[in-house]
């Protein structure tokens, strides 16, 4: 079996447990990191703001962003973690915390879920709302007022004063705007006695949703191990625990905690053996199969994955602790720094999270490159022509890019009518549409800056040569090979009303469209089918994908 397997399991233990047996050393307790010289700490820690969390949420998630970023010992970890939060509108940089809410809606299997941002500094709330959906609506409540988005799959937001928004569903949202933070309910009766000096915190209600709980896991067969003995005494802990905080620290070392109370003495007792068979039989799976692993099989980089597996199953044989008083059960983690421990691990298991994030971003590229190439089909049907890449004024200067005069193909004929098409994209009054870039534009790899990686090849020998629009019929080489669009790589853009693409270098085709790290690129052809192309490939058939009429002999695969 792999390492990442191994990996895995290993997971699956501090996952459910958290805890260990036998020696039974404290792990440690809130640290504050001094990162930048004596006397100067990271933070001091204060009491978790409940403000905007309903009475009726069941789970909270607070996250101390100052900690996830700054922490020296967390830097491996958390630059593979940016990346997908910040598209998901979260940044870690430029927030002080974190909270997500949720609770259960009225049917089985309904829920909810909000998040409150508190920000470092205001918030330009245009740049804010335009990373999510490019049209919204001011809505009044009351005394509040909030933001409702034209795509219905996106939350509605409320910004309170300029440093703290809130997000959710419009019914959420409500209830948040409108949460007494003195109200009496076990979550907020728990997160009241807490701090925010961990980097992560959970807390779950277990009680509140049991019975949602226990019925998904009657009619639900657990995927491997938990079907089997003793993992499938998961089944049991929902009816076992009443409530469960979670808490995370990274620096200076790893620090892993949970208290569960359960609903009574005999249920604890139940719940701390499961925990206890669960790391027995993890401990045993993992000596077995790392038996007479030493060298890796002779593969110097398994090896050295083997051996640090091993240092850190010996810091779970003596370091995952539990202990019980009474209802309540405390299992706890405190390891070596965790820099040290994913040193050799983490590369096994960040790259397979990282090929994951990779393949998803594509595959959402390819979906907008493809979406670009419908409309300019329906644009060149509609006038006999595709767009030229630019607009002109009478004195020959370029005003707007072609991916403005696409905006009615794409749905945007309201945006598209704001647009002064007599004057330049950087006129006094275009300028102000650029943070308007329909989300269509924007690649997925990127947060909202009003820059596009999306652009035609331009240049002697391409379908866009002049500075008239091509009709269809030129593509005489076949719209399956010849490009109209591609994709820039990583930290190259062109604000998307600026016309400005990639013009063509016959010497070096994918200058700007590759490099070391990617080898490939994507592009939506004329027949409206978007392509990875990999540019190792003969040059030349490259440079012939390019060309709508050079004549090239061309392989149906490339």
């Known amino acids: ?21 036998k020696q039974k050393i404290e792990a440690p307790g809130p640290i504050i990191v001094d990162i930048v010289g004596p006397g100067r700490k990271l933070k001091e820690p204060k009491p978790i703001d409940v403000s905007y969390i309903p009475a009726e949420a069941v789970f909270a998630f607070v996250a101390d962003s100052l900690q996830l970023t700054n922490a020296p010992n967390f830097q ?19 927030t002080d915390q974190i909270i997500l809410i949720g ?55 409320c910004a309170i004063a300029d440093r703290v928004i809130l997000e959710a569903n419009e019914e959420t949202l409500k209830k948040m705007m409108s949460a ?15 701090d925010d000096s961990s980097a992560a915190t959970a807390v779950v209600e277990v009680a509140a949703i049991r019975p949602q709980i226990s019925a998904f896991l009657v009619f639900t067969k657990l995927p491997a191990p938990f079907d089997a003995p003793p993992y499938d005494g998961i089944k049991k802990l929902p009816g076992n625990i009443d409530e469960a905080v979670l808490k995370f620290d990274i620096a200076p070392y790893t620090s892993l905690s949970a208290t569960l109370r359960a609903k009574d003495e005999d249920a604890a007792i139940a719940t701390d053996t499961f925990v206890a068979n669960v790391v027995d039989k993890v401990v045993d799976t993992v000596e077995e199969m790392t038996a007479g692993s030493d060298d890796g099989g002779g593969d110097m980089r398994a090896g ?3 051996e640090a597996l091993r240092n850190l199953l010996g810091d779970i044989k003596e370091l995952l ?13 405190g390891g070596r720094p965790v820099q040290n421990q994913i040193t050799m691990i983490g590369p096994t298991m960040i790259s397979s999270y990282r090929n994951s994030w990779e393949k998803a971003t594509v595959q959402a590229s390819e979906e907008k490159l493809a979406t670009i190439g419908a409309a300019l089909n329906e644009y060149a049907a509609a006038k006999g022509t595709y767009p030229a ?10 005003l707007l890019s072609w991916r403005v005069h696409l905006l009615p193909q794409l749905g945007q004929q309201a945006l598209y009518d704001q647009f002064h098409l007599d004057e330049p994209w950087d006129s006094e009054h275009n300028k102000k549409l650029i943070k308007r870039m329909p989300v269509v534009y924007r690649n997925p790899g990127h947060l909202f800056d009003g820059k596009t ?35 820039l790589f990583d930290g190259r853009g062109v604000e998307w009303t600026k016309p400005e693409d990639q013009k063509l270098d016959r010497a070096d085709p994918t200058i700007n469209l590759t490099h070391l790290a990617k080898p490939y690129f994507l592009a939506v052809f004329g027949d409206g089918v978007a392509r990875r192309i990999d540019a190792k490939k003969n040059p030349t058939i490259v440079v012939g994908l390019f060309s709508p009429a050079g004549g090239e002999e061309l392989p149906d695969e490339f």
């Open 103 to 157: 609770g259960l809606g009225k049917k089985l299997g309904e829920y909810y879920v909000g998040s409150i941002q508190r920000f470092k500094q205001p918030v330009d709330m245009d740049a804010f709302l335009h990373i999510r959906s490019p049209e919204w609506e001011e809505v009044a409540d009351g005394d509040h007022k909030y933001y409702r988005s034209q795509d219905k799959s996106v939350p509605c937001v």
């Open 389 to 398: 890449p630019a607009s002109y004024g009478p004195d020959g200067k370029p």
């Open 453 to 487: 990686q999306y652009v035609m090849p331009t240049g002697v020998g391409t379908v866009f040569e002049g500075k008239e629009g091509p009709k269809p019929d030129s593509l005489t080489d076949g719209k399956s090979k010849t490009i109209l669009v591609v994709e």
């Open 76 to 94: 491996l970890v958390n630059r593979d973690l940016k990346d997908p939060l910040k598209l998901m509108g979260y940044d870690l940089d430029a």
């Open 304 to 306: 050295a994955q083997t």
């Open 1 to 21: 079996m792999s390492i990442a397997a191994i990996v895995s399991i290993i997971g699956i233990a501090v996952s459910v447990s958290g805890c260990g047996r």
């Open 180 to 194: 007494d933070k003195d109200a009496d309910s076990p979550l907020l009766n728990t997160l009241r006695k807490m």
């Open 321 to 333: 602790v539990h202990s019980r008083e009474g209802n309540e059960l405390k299992v706890s983690y």
